[in-house]
Structures are given as C-alpha cells and as structure tokens.
C-alpha cells in the first residue's frame, strides 16, 4: 500500500478510538422511548462496535469479543446468552473449510488445477482468452478456497504471464512499462474481482455466505434452511453473470493491443510440467474434499427423490447437519496416510492450526452473538419501526432489499465485507420479519452485495494485493469498481434474490 493510505488509515484509527466511546456514553444518557433498558444500552455498546468495525483502532476479532464482554459487564445479557453463539454449528462449518482449502493449498492442489485451465488448447496464446483464463480459474477455485489465498496464488501467475508480454514486445522493438501499460491493469483488475466473485458460488466461498446463513438460523428460526445445494443455485447463477458483467466492462476498458502472446502457453505448460505426477497427498486432498461435498449435496439429492419433509431428510440432517459434514472431510486430512513408515498425514496439526482463521471465527461468533441480542432485548422491532417511519408506512419488498442490498456495498467499499456483514446481517433479518417479509431474500441479497467492493485498494485482501503491484491507478479501480458494483447491486443481486432465491425456496 502506498504511504498515503498507511496516513488515512492511520487518522481512521485514531477517529474512531475516540469516536466509538464518545458515541456509546451519547446514545446511554439520551433518553429513547419506545425500547426497553436492556435494548437501550446494547444500542450504545452496539454504537461503539459498529464504529471500531469500521475505523479498527483494534483488531476487529477483539472488537468482537469486545461487544458481547460489555454485555454482560453492563447487565444486557448473562454470560451464557451473550457468549454462546461462539460454538454456533456454523463456526464448525467455517473451521472444516478452512481445513480443507489450507490442505489444498499445503499440498499444492491449487496451483495444479490452476495451471491445468490455463494450459488448456483452447486458451493458446491469445490475450484475450488468457484473460477469460485467468478470471475462470479465479472464480472457481475461491468458490472453495478463500479469496485472498486464491488472489496470492494467481497473482504471480498473472504477474508471469505479463512480463512474458513484455520480453515478446522487446524483442520486436517495442518496449512498454507494465505500470502504464492497459492490459496490465485489466489482466490486474480481473485477478482480484474474479477471486471475489468467485467467492459467492458456494457457501463457504466466502465468510460473509456463512455468516448470513448463521444469522438466518439465529433470528429467523422459523424462516425455511438453507442447504449447501440451494445456495448453490442463485450462487453460480450470480457468480456467472458478475463474471461476465466484469469480464466486458474490463476487457473493454483495457484492452490488449496485441493478437498473440508469443510465449505464454509455453511457460504455463512449463510450470504445470514443473509440478510432477499426482502426489498421494494431493489424491488423499481430492477424496477428503470429495466427501465433504457429497455430504453437502446428498441431502438435495435425497430430497429430490424422497420428498423434503420425509423421514430419511429429517434423519439424515439430525445426524449429518452440514457443519459435522464440513468437518468429516477435514478430519479425514489428519487419518489419510501419505507416508505410513514415517507416520505422515495428509495434514499436519501445525498446517490445520494456522489454516484456521481465527480472527474470523470470532468474528462471526460475536456478529452472531450481538445479532441474537438485538433479536432477544425487542431493538430490533425498534429499529424495524424506525426503517418503517423513515421510508414511509411499509416500504416495498423491492424498496426495502434494493436499500440493504446498497448500504451493504458502500460500508464493503470502505471496510471488511465481513464487518459490514455483521453491521447489516442482524438488522436486515429482524426487520424484515418485523415488516413482515420473508428474510432469507434480504440475506442473501446483503451476503452476494458484500462481495462487490470492487472500487478501492481497501475493499478487499485481492484489491489490495493487485493494488499493490503498481500496475492499477486507484482512479482505474474506482472508475471500473463502480460500474460493476452499481450494475451488480440493481441489475444482478436484486433480481436475483426477487426472483430465483424466491423461486427456489418456495419448491
């Protein structure tokens, strides 16, 4: 990041370290009618943890920490109620994940897939089409993996395959600097909105998915569930049309000047030849996953077949809810031998360890913790009831997503998707049973707006890594983020989750 960042991030911290207190003390002396005491106090201690989500004067994982602590320190909630959203079954979902995409990548699954699209006969050595490459194996492989080690891994890839471009132009006389050069930022640009993208096919593509889905499960118990295969559905189906949103919007704003990359399809089949034979990790890492995923899937399949209330479905999801599923495949890792001799997993204990994101796990377990307290202490009919004032007696389904769907996007611009995520989830659930709608359309459609911050370095870890280069202005970022974020929030997500999450959840 450039040094004017580290400055505004900076002054960003130190605002909000004083800001969040000063508006907590605020909000707790001025008299609200309408709320009880218990609501009135979480809405300054959820005041000041909305701002350090924001600002992060602190990590946001202790500001998570923080809010429940202050609840049961200020007498909202006892600490059983306050704290017990961190071992939601979500949080295990999460942690069978990351167990398995840290195996991937350990074991070098990730790059084999990735080098294997690219080195393709049909991708050659054509600009465009390496570019439709790149975006493709970005958006597949952090449908399953997180986005920002997906961005790490095609980043010199991309990087690679730029300075191919540049030796080719040498050679006839031309020489360009990749910092000024169109196709550079583009080919830049696509490697990190593609990792995000990608992110929205499955649910646990990206935290913000799982996190809406915890939050359904937590405020709107008697909304229907999601399964893995639903959310599937309206996940691949928005992941398609932002990719072809963004893959027209960049390759018309930075388009290649050349016909051929002389060279490139020879270094891509070089690097995929670099990597060997299939090892017995990387296999052992295929069938743990393979699990995983049929776990997930099987319940649709026996739905489809039997019914979705029958009794095989109810049996099935009592004794294999989706997060034990998450974590069979991971557990797998750690009984799959590669070397029996010498006693070697597929995974050690110290590689699963760091592949576990922690700073996430508590976050999401403390959104879910506040999340349930604005449910339980009535604010959230509060809030409802004040959203219902201010648009107008009761506003428009389409009025009311199209609103949540784009405070989402802006606070993911200028903060972490998942913080936003845990600003906006529990608000949009509870009054949209306080309105009387149906939740599961709002989650969804504030989970798929979230992964949409394509306008700023700080949106998201890919912006900022691609960033970072030198090859992207910020004014290129800013000028083709908002054309995708706008035309992705009303033209995609919002018609999206009207109609096809509607549709889906109904049969």
Aim: net charge neutral; proline share 6%.
């Amino acid at each position: 990041m450039k040094q004017e960042d580290n400055v505004f991030d900076k002054k960003r911290r130190t605002v909000g370290a004083l800001l969040g207190p000063l508006c907590a003390i605020v909000l707790w002396l001025t008299p609200i009618e309408g709320v009880s005491e218990a609501a009135h106090h979480l809405l300054a201690i959820m005041a000041m943890v909305a701002i350090w989500w924001i600002t992060e004067p602190v990590p946001i994982a202790v500001t998570s920490l923080l809010g429940p602590t202050l609840c049961v320190l200020l007498g909202v909630a006892p600490m059983g109620d306050a704290f017990a959203n961190f071992a939601n079954p979500m949080i295990f979902l999460f942690m069978g994940g990351f167990l398995l995409a840290k195996a991937m990548m350990v074991n070098g699954l990730d790059k084999r897939i990735a080098y294997g699209i690219m080195s393709m006969r049909w991708v050659g050595d054509s600009p465009r089409r390496i570019f439709l490459a790149i975006g493709l194996v970005c958006i597949i492989c952090s449908g399953w993996v997180s986005n920002t080690a997906t961005c790490a891994m095609m980043f010199p890839i991309s990087l690679g395959l730029l300075e191919t471009i540049r030796d080719m132009m040498a050679q006839s006389g031309k020489h360009i600097d990749l910092k000024n050069y169109k196709y550079a930022t583009g080919l830049m640009l696509m490697t990190a909105y593609a990792c995000s993208i990608g992110g929205v096919m499955t649910p646990i593509g990206t935290p913000p998915n799982l996190m809406m889905m915890g939050f359904l499960e937590q405020l709107a118990p008697d909304a229907p569930p999601i399964s893995f295969f639903e959310w599937m559905i309206w996940g691949v189906a928005a992941m398609v049309i932002y990719f072809a949103v963004a893959y027209v919007v960049l390759a018309w704003m930075f388009p290649a000047d050349v016909q051929r990359i002389e060279g490139a399809q020879q270094m891509i089949r070089q690097r995929a030849a670099e990597l060997g034979r299939w090892t017995r990790a990387q296999k052992n890492t295929v069938l743990a996953f393979g699990v995983a995923v049929v776990l997930w899937v099987l319940p649709s399949v026996l739905s489809l077949i039997y019914g979705p209330q029958s009794d095989i479905i109810k049996l099935y999801n009592s004794h294999v809810p989706e997060g034990l599923a998450a974590m069979i495949g991971a557990l797998l890792l750690f009984f799959l031998p590669v070397d029996r001799k010498k006693g070697e997993m597929t995974l050690t204990w110290k590689d699963g360890l760091e592949g576990i994101d922690w700073s996430t796990l508590l976050l999401f377990g403390g959104g879910l913790a506040l999340g349930s307290l604005i449910y339980s202490t009535g604010l959230s009919d509060w809030v409802g009831g004040g959203i219902k004032e201010l648009l107008g007696s009761t506003p428009s389904e389409w009025m009311f997503i199209g609103l949540f769907c784009f405070v989402t996007l802006l606070l993911a611009e200028f903060t972490s998707h998942t913080a936003a995520i845990n600003l906006m989830g529990s608000i949009a659930i509870s009054t949209a049973v306080s309105l009387g709608y149906n939740p599961v359309p709002a989650a969804v459609g504030i989970a798929l707006s979230s992964s949409l911050g394509f306008m700023m370095p700080v949106s998201t870890p890919p912006n900022a890594i691609v960033y970072a280069s030198g090859m992207v202005p910020i004014t290129k970022m800013m000028k083709s983020g908002i054309i995708i974020d706008i035309i992705g929030v009303f033209a995609v997500t919002v018609p999206i989750v009207m109609w096809l999450v509607k549709w889906v959840i109904a049969n």
